[in-house]
């Protein structure tokens, strides 16, 4: 059952354009979302997040949006960078008691080309 | 600043055996969590452990088990080795109740 969902396992964008990542869940009970960009041999690291109870959330050319309603979140990257390239993955965490696990989609691999 | 080490980065074993692999969170962390990431595939959770016990587990059967010591650094036992067991290891450790999840490099584990 997988609830966090990447449809677009890869995605190719010139450099300078926009980069949108996309992300569904299906999980009501997911209360934060972030994104992680992942490099070969290294691991995941922290891009930006956004809370159940906002809709966007901007850092530098970073944007996330969320629609709750459609159980969607987007990442916008502009413009996009050659060294952007990288495998993306949208996570969602729902509270448990005090633990929060992190639940992962299967990851989108973006190349920006010259 | 040190973020989070993973030891060994890579591994081989064999069907049947045992491995642990080990992870000293970021200076400052107190909690830590183990991920499965098999080839195409995004991290699985398997267990959550702050204060020396486990909190939360994933769907992951008993052959996976863990420890976190007193100095918040951690251990990954995975026994009766499978060879769907190959993945990258990753650790993870935050402060309690932070989203501010730090990942190590990860165990590339292979079983033959």
């Known amino acids: 059952d997988q609830q966090v969902k990447q449809n677009s396992p890869s995605l190719s964008v010139q450099e300078g354009r926009i980069s949108i990542l996309n992300c569904d869940y299906t999980?009501?009970?997911?209360?934060?979302f972030l994104w992680y960009k992942k490099y070969p041999a290294e691991g995941p690291t922290f891009l930006i997040s956004?809370?159940?109870?906002?809709d966007k959330n901007e850092d530098g050319r970073f944007t996330v949006f969320l629609n709750k309603s459609a159980k969607h979140l987007s990442l916008h990257i502009v413009p996009s960078q050659p060294g952007d390239s990288a495998v993306y993955f949208c996570?969602?965490?729902?509270?448990?008691?005090?633990?929060?696990?992190?639940?992962f989609g299967t990851g989108t691999r973006l190349q920006v080309t010259l | 600043d040190a973020g989070v080490t993973q030891s060994p980065t890579h591994l081989i074993k064999t069907r049947g055996q045992q491995v642990t692999l080990r992870c000293s969170p970021k200076?400052?962390?107190?909690?830590v969590s183990w991920y499965q990431q098999a080839l195409g595939q995004g991290p699985q959770f398997i267990f959550q452990?702050?204060?020396?016990?486990?909190?939360q587990r994933g769907n992951f059967p008993d052959r996976f088990s863990g420890h976190q010591f007193p100095n918040y650094s951690s251990e990954l036992n995975v026994n009766a080795l499978l060879l769907g067991d190959s993945a990258l290891y990753l650790c993870?450790?935050?402060?309690?109740?932070?989203?501010?999840?730090?990942f190590g490099s990860g165990t590339r584990l292979t079983v033959v």
């Open positions: 996570a969602a965490i729902a509270l448990s008691g005090t633990a929060s696990k992190l639940t």
């Open positions: 956004i809370s159940s109870i906002k």
């Open positions: 452990y702050y204060e020396e016990e486990e909190r």
């Open positions: 993870a450790s935050s402060r309690v109740s932070n989203y501010g999840y730090t």
């Open positions: 999980n009501s009970m997911f209360d934060y």
């Open positions: 200076s400052g962390h107190d909690t």
